[in-house]
């Protein structure tokens, strides 16, 4: 590349960031798309095969964030960590990828507005939000985990005689 042109290029960027005030993040998954048109000039061919490249990769997080997700899941109500569990959440995610993706999908829309909103709202609200966001994600992920075990016609084992201990409510007094 020129100079000319990643000078051209950085102004551009410069410029949305300054006009639009988005995080750093939002740029890094943009850029692509921004060079893609202007190194296309004007061709359809380049445009089209780029679009395509970067849908499949989009396809290919969506599909890499939903088994890493699922893997947690595992590592946490399994005996197993590490690949093993990335590998199990990889069979047990065959069958049920519509699902799936679909469930990404909408959680990483939920992300992606929880990011656009944190600019405007005050950040101890956008950061409660993320919080019971990921806490949201979590849970559906658990429930998805359950939903893909019983598809695969697995045994769910849930522990029925579970006894909670009372804690003291009484404050506690220290002798010095």
Same mark, same amino acid.
């Given at each position: 590349?020129? #100079?000319?042109?990643?000078?051209?290029? +950085?102004? %551009?960027?410069?410029?949305? #960031?300054?006009?639009? #005030?988005?995080?750093?993040?939002?740029?890094?998954?943009?850029?692509? $798309?921004?060079?893609? &048109?202007? $190194?296309? #000039?004007?061709?359809? !061919?380049?445009?089209?095969?780029?679009? !395509?490249?970067?849908?499949?990769?989009?396809?290919?997080?969506? @599909?890499?964030?939903?088994?890493?997700?699922?893997?947690?899941?595992?590592? %946490?109500?399994?005996?197993? @960590?590490?690949? +093993?569990?990335?590998?199990?959440?990889? +069979?047990?995610?065959?069958?049920?990828? %519509?699902?799936?993706?679909? $469930?990404?999908?909408?959680?990483?829309?939920?992300?992606? &507005?929880?990011?656009? !909103?944190?600019?405007?709202?005050?950040?101890?609200?956008? *950061?409660?939000?993320?919080?019971?966001?990921?806490?949201?994600? *979590?849970?559906? @992920?658990? &429930?998805? @985990?359950?939903?893909?075990?019983?598809?695969?016609?697995?045994?769910?084992?849930?522990?029925?005689?579970?006894?909670?201990? +009372?804690?003291?409510?009484?404050?506690?007094?220290?002798?010095?």
């Amino acid at each position: 590349m020129s #100079k000319n042109f990643s000078d051209e290029l +950085q102004s %551009v960027m410069d410029i949305l #960031k300054e006009a639009v #005030k988005l995080p750093q993040s939002f740029f890094m998954l943009v850029s692509p $798309l921004f060079l893609l &048109v202007i $190194l296309t #000039k004007k061709s359809i !061919v380049v445009l089209t095969i780029g679009t !395509v490249l970067i849908l499949l990769a989009i396809c290919l997080y969506m @599909y890499l964030a939903l088994v890493w997700m699922l893997s947690i899941v595992i590592s %946490v109500l399994e005996d197993c @960590y590490g690949l +093993q569990a990335f590998g199990k959440g990889a +069979q047990l995610l065959k069958g049920r990828k %519509v699902v799936g993706f679909g $469930l990404t999908f909408v959680l990483m829309i939920l992300i992606g &507005v929880n990011v656009l !909103v944190s600019n405007i709202m005050i950040s101890t609200i956008a *950061m409660a939000f993320a919080v019971l966001l990921k806490m949201f994600s *979590m849970m559906v @992920y658990t &429930v998805f @985990y359950f939903d893909c075990k019983q598809s695969h016609g697995e045994e769910i084992e849930l522990e029925e005689n579970i006894e909670y201990a +009372q804690v003291s409510t009484l404050p506690v007094v220290v002798d010095l």
